[in-house]
Nanobody
């Protein structure tokens, strides 16, 4: 098993930046592919970005491509989501997740989830 704790959320103006972190504990971090998802009020949880176990492969939702960057540091057991040029429509609770399928965009491919961190982008 792996436990995940997100941090770094907050309130930011449109056009600003935030960096989310997700610290993992438990089983060997490099064993898992990692992903970021988000859920806005009244909407389903959606894929944002995914990264392979080695960090060599990434995948992004079209809505964030070119603005967000996912990365990981296996020595620190941490995955990051750098979010630039934020828009009000990026407002959501952001979740990190761990799974066994590299860079998957499918929720069901992720077995472990954090509690989420709120990101609010004001216009």
């Amino acid at each position: 098993q792996v436990q995940l704790v997100e941090s770094g959320g907050g309130l930011v103006q449109a056009g600003g930046s935030l960096r989310l972190s997700c610290a993992a504990s438990g089983r060997t971090f490099s064993y898992y592919a990692m992903g970021w998802f988000r859920q806005a009020p009244g909407k389903e949880r959606e894929f944002v970005a995914g990264i392979s176990r080695s960090g060599g492969s990434t995948k992004y939702a079209d809505s964030v491509k070119g603005r967000f960057t996912i990365s990981r540091d296996n020595a620190k057991n941490t995955v990051y989501l750098q979010m630039n040029s934020l828009k009000p429509e990026d407002t959501a609770v952001y979740y990190c997740a761990a799974g066994l399928y590299d860079s998957s965009h499918l929720r069901n491919d992720y077995a472990y989830w954090g509690q989420g961190t709120q990101v609010t982008v004001s216009s």
